[in-house]
């Protein structure tokens, strides 16, 4: 490993610290360096705050030294104005004579803009820098952009014998088939992404609350198919712990309350593409479907979902739902005492 990629390699680190706090920007990871050696490092702010490049320029004292500098970020610089001032324009200010970028925007108002910018004002630019880690990192925003549509995570438990839940269930509560640590994990999942999905089977026999209770950090904006607006008002998901968004097939309201928003399909074809416009129309950059079974085969048989999170507990249901069918490539495998959980891609 170089230098560059050493450098690289830390901003990744940094930016995973902005992780559930920046969406919608990305979250982005600069470091300063000066006679090889790091002197200011950042990450990108929660929204409307500072991006990584701010934070890390505004973190060296000394700001005449940064005319001798390198700075290193793992997305190019922003050109333009948004909620804050164009990071390349600051760099610009300062001198910084040079730049290291692991990858480029995609997004419209930068895509190559920034670089243009900087070399324009005699900043020497290097770019692609650990470029495959850089777009692995920045996967939800750089999907979110090109593909006009939300990162989508595919989640679910299934018992030993391949079921996610038993034919009868005597209580309208969850039937637990994995350990508590990795009933944790899937809470912090929840505070990293941005909306939870799941369908009106699921609500009906579980009541689930859908939020981060068990972890620290910002509940997701709960997405309810609810067809036909059949599900109790006094259900769980419509308390006012998060914002839900009712996916239905008409334009009744039914007095839904102010923090509950209704939108319309057509459930007659190509429902997970049209919930993904829906999620991407509210300005959400990623979901994370926990069921059931039908909601979940849905978004695989369209093809429509990037990663795959599967947990196998030692629990033997003998009958009941059986989990979802899927077929990608294996990321990872960890165990989690007595569990087992599977990553997987969706095949390219």
């Known amino acids: 490993m170089n230098l560059h990629e050493k450098y690289i390699l830390r901003c990744i680190q940094l930016a995973k610290n902005a992780l559930g706090t920046s969406f919608p920007n990305p979250r982005v990871g600069c470091v300063i360096v000066h006679n090889g050696k790091i002197i200011a490092e950042g990450y990108t702010s929660a929204y409307g705050d500072n991006h990584a490049e701010v ?7 000394d700001k005449s030294v940064l005319q001798n500098s390198t700075l290193y970020v793992t997305l190019e610089p922003c050109s333009h104005y948004g909620k804050t001032p164009p990071c390349s324009d600051l760099i610009v200010k300062h001198k910084i004579p040079n730049v290291v970028i692991g990858t480029l925007d995609i997004n419209d108002k930068v895509s190559g803009r920034g670089v243009k910018k900087l070399k324009e004002s005699g900043c020497n630019v290097i770019v692609g820098i650990l470029e495959y880690e850089c777009k692995e990192h920045h996967k939800h ?39 508590q640590y990795s009933r944790l994990m899937t809470h912090k999942w929840r505070s990293e992404e941005q909306a939870i999905l799941v369908g009106t089977t699921t609500v009906f026999d579980d009541n689930p609350k859908l939020n981060t209770r068990d972890w620290h950090g910002k509940s997701p904006v709960r997405i309810i198919i609810d067809r036909k607006l059949k599900i109790p008002k006094d259900s769980a998901v419509f308390n006012n712990s998060a914002k839900t968004i009712v996916i239905c097939d008409h334009n009744e309201n039914k007095n839904i309350r ?91």
């Open 55 to 61: 934070n890390a320029i505004n973190a060296v004292k």
């Open 141 to 179: 925003f750089l999907i979110y952009q090109r593909e006009k549509r939300p990162y989508v995570i595919l989640k679910w438990a299934q018992s030993k014998d391949g079921y996610i839940s038993p034919s009868d269930k005597k209580e309208k509560k969850p039937v637990w088939i994995t350990n």
């Open 258 to 348: 102010n923090h509950i928003a209704i939108e319309r399909i057509d459930f007659t074809k190509n429902i997970a593409h049209q919930i993904c416009k829906v999620i991407f129309k509210h300005e959400l950059m990623s979901v994370i479907i926990e069921g059931g079974t039908k909601t979940l085969q849905t978004f695989i048989d369209e093809n429509l979902w990037d990663e795959a999170r599967v947990f196998k507990g030692n629990t033997v249901l003998n009958n009941g739902t059986k989990a979802p069918v899927i077929s990608g490539k294996v990321f990872n495998t960890f165990s989690i005492l007595s569990d087992t959980l599977t990553i997987y891609y969706k095949n390219d």
